[in-house]
């Protein structure tokens, strides 16, 4: 039996058949580091191995759900050899989110930028508090998306406002969010009630039906996802190294709007 624990940077308590997984960066709006992805990844695995849950609820400690990727890496002057580990240790994460045997809930409060919001969509449902912020913003630092976005985003959106969302980066409300299709619902009152609300309504389900339904479509986007979070790793690695890049890195931390140059 999978039983309640606590790790450095990753929360996990069970109730019944649904277990909370909460990112515990709460100083750093739950940024992601290598230490938190791989206890993600971790605490996933060991749910998955569990025939006692059934839904899985992601969500972040404090004001945020997660502001997107650690800063530091992002100022490393890391090579390749370097770099990929860190992009693998992402794929692992997502593609173990995507096919976990469970149903998946992101309980989005403050913002989900960048790879939290990748995360996010990498789950079956999105709640969003109504105050919420999500943005695919990697366009601001001269980079592109990683952690599967070009996949989930297309799924959802199709290619052509995938792209726009992509290109734009900006920071969306969370009814703008429901009404592009991005998320599924924006809580009316407190996002824990509407959070357990659908907990509820899943748990007088047929819950294992549901679980089957999203295993076959996994099954079958499976080597898609693969090979896009492949396409992110390599292409990440040259937008790291653009003028753009830097220059974008240099203007988030003078907080001054970037002057690219398109190289």
Known sequence: MLINSV????????????????????????????????????????????????IVVLTGRGRAFSAGGDIKTMLSNMNQNDFFPVMDCISELIITLYSIPKLTISAVSGAAAGLGFSLALATDYIIADKTSKLAMNFIGIGLIPDGGAHFFLEKRLGETKAK???????MMGPDEALESGLIQEVAGGELQETVDERIADWLGRP??????????????????????????????????????????????????????IGK
Not at 164 to 170: R, T
């Open 207 to 260: 819950v294992q039906a549901m679980i089957k339904t999203k295993k076959i479509l996994a099954d079958m986007n499976r080597p898609q996802l693969l090979k896009i979070l492949e396409l992110e790793k390599q292409s990440q690695q040259k937008m790291r190294q653009t003028i753009d890049h830097k220059e974008g890195i240099k203007a988030f931390i003078e907080k001054r709007q970037p002057n690219f």
């Open 7 to 54: 790790t450095d940077k990753v929360n996990v308590k069970v109730n019944g058949r649904v277990a909370t997984i909460e990112m515990n960066r709460p100083e750093a709006l739950n940024a992601m580091d290598i230490e938190l992805i791989k206890g993600l990844a971790y605490k996933l695995k060991e749910i998955s191995e569990s025939d006692e849950i059934d």
């Open 164 to 170: 726009q969302v992509i290109w734009d980066g900006k």
